[in-house]
T-cell receptor, first 113, second 114 residues
Framework: NAGVTQTPKFQVLKTGQSMTLQCAQDMNHEYMSWYRQDPGMGLRLIHY???????DQGEVPNGYNVSRSTTEDFPLRLLSAAPSQTSVYFC????????????FGAGTRLSVL | GQQLNQSPQSMFIQEGEDVSMNCTSS?????WLWYKQDPGEGPVLLIA?????ELTSNGRLTAQFGITRKDSFLNISASIPSDVGIYFC??????????????FGKGTKLSVIP
């Protein structure tokens, strides 16, 4: 059982470049979300989705875009990377009957130079 | 938005000692979750709490849902080196049907000295 799979694990970008962080889950979960983790800041919600075709902004959405065309996939796009987006990104998924338990991927470590 | 205060921010303890950490909220929560994050990995769920006053154990870990619904604590007994990591609390605010957001504390970084 793969759970939540994130790719790539590591990425280095130059300022202004764009890229997509991939997230896939094989648990048929309706809810998926993206967080960023920075030292001393905990986990901050970027965007989330309550089902295919439905997305909404979290706490820190600026500079990021998401879409949810299938239940399984929830990619996160960086439109024009900035050094402030250097962080560790986590994707998570949850089933609405799973009593709020979120399952996390292993993370993508992104550096923007 | 919701605020979760998690303390302490970091701890250095001797192997074999007990550990206690807690989270407090400015508002009522209906779910408390405790996660552990190993270096280079994503958070993994340790314990989930759903009722005020609930006390739940998972091996050497024990967590409680505060009776005011605004706090929770996690205890680790007889710590071992593999307990090293960052521990996060997370809460689901009390709200109506369709609520989704989890709020996370900033984490407690635990170091165990052999």
């Amino acid at each position: 059982n793969a759970g939540v799979t994130q790719t790539p694990k590591f990425q280095v970008l130059k300022t202004g470049q764009s890229m997509t962080l991939q997230c896939a889950q094989d648990m048929n979960h309706e809810y998926m979300s993206w967080y960023r983790q920075d030292p001393g800041m905990g986990l901050r919600l970027i965007h989330y989705s309550v089902g295919a075709g439905i997305t909404d902004q979290g706490e820190v959405p600026n500079g990021y875009n998401v879409s949810r065309s299938t239940t399984e996939d929830f990619p996160l796009r960086l439109l024009s990377a900035a050094p402030s987006q250097t962080s560790v990104y986590f994707c998570a998924s949850r089933d609405r009957v799973a009593k709020n338990i979120q399952y996390f991927g292993a993370g993508t470590r992104l550096s923007v130079l | 938005g919701q605020q979760l205060n998690q303390s302490p921010q970091s701890m250095f303890i001797q192997e074999g000692e007990d550990v206690s950490m807690n989270c407090t909220s400015s508002s009522i929560f209906n779910t408390w979750l405790w996660y552990k994050q190993d270096p280079g990995e994503g958070p993994v769920l340790l314990i989930a709490l759903y009722k005020a006053g609930e006390l739940t154990s998972n091996g050497r870990l024990t967590a409680q849902f505060g009776i005011t619904r605004k706090d929770s604590f996690l205890n680790i007994s007889a710590s071992i080196p593999s307990d090293v990591g960052i521990y996060f609390c997370a809460g689901q605010p009390y709200s109506g049907a369709g609520s989704y957001q989890l709020t996370f504390g900033k984490g407690t970084k635990l170091s165990v000295i052999p």
